[in-house]
């Protein structure tokens, strides 16, 4: 059966970088078989110019009736001025409720091509593979209530509300025990029971869920800890399950160890696996429009896309190899690029990806 796939490109890089994964698509399409309908639609601040709405109700519905979305990336300092409700952010959120998408799988891999692009000496991140695995629809991101109050003595208060519900945590929580299952069965459940309340919770709905995971091991760490043994001792971590924002903290801290976020990729996914996949880079504003974004992260989402909800593992695998082929050859965009490699741009790296599949 054909699979809809909605792509999405937003703003700055977005366009030019989910043009590379949809070339890398399109080729799987005509030589490998695979059975896609793709369809675009705008979001973010390009929505917002031509729709002035970050997320206009064409685009969720699509993404909607999607089995799979892609996605390049949104925002840009030209709508900073804009109400909250309306800057190209809020069509980033406005999707992951609307879909439910609670899992957020973030993998930070150090490719042996790049071990020198950290800013981490090698012996320290060398052969780092580390999965974070973020809550995505819940804490203070979505609680309510929130807002801005004026205090009795005239001040200006700002608001907002951590919390989680038990079944919550353990949705997510299972993802990730499911996903350690499959790799070095380790789990590290980051929050701060210390302090927060919710962490006590959280602490307590993750080792009850533990349980139906005998085989994978459940350790606790404060996430400040957490944070420190990042850049201490990456490899100790296996997978790491966590809150929407110590995730969101995380995962940018995760990423920087690989030395090349343009790299990584991050899928979103429901309950049914229906996920919304992008790279976990921005929309670069500084280089947009340049043709040197790298394009790899968005491809590897694309090949995240048909392991997980394409069901397509060696299609996935396919890209996998590929992507490590022309790291092989030498090639490298600019964020990537060291003495003694060759420095192609964005649309020259797509087409060797192509090349290589
Ligand atoms: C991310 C981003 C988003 C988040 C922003 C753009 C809303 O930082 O996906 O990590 O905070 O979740
Ligand atoms: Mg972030």
Known sequence: MTKKIAVLPGDGIGPEVTAEAVKVLERLQRDFGLKIALETAPVGGAAYEAHKHPLPEATLRLAKHADAVLLGAVGGTRYDALPRELRPEKALLGLRAELQLFANLRPAILYPQLASASTLRPEVVAGLDLLIVRELTGDIYFGEPRGLRTLANGEREGF???????????????VAFAAAGKRRRQVCSVEKA???????????VVTRVARDYADVELTHMYVDNAAMQLVRA???????????????????????LTGSIGMLPSASLDARNKGMYEPIHGSAPDIAGRGVANPLATIL???????YTLDEPLLAGRIERAVSKVLDQGLRTADIWTEGTSKVGTQQMGDAVVQAL
């Open 301 to 307: 989402s694309a090949a995240m896309m048909l392991r």
């Open 160 to 174: 907002n509300t951590m919390k989680y519900a038990e079944h919550e945590i353990e949705r997510v929580a299972r």
């Open 194 to 204: 210390n302090v927060l309340e919710t962490s006590g919770l959280w602490r307590e």
């Open 234 to 256: 990456p490899r100790q971590f296996d997978v790491m399950v966590t809150g929407n924002l110590f995730g969101d903290i995380l995962s940018d801290e995760a990423a920087m």
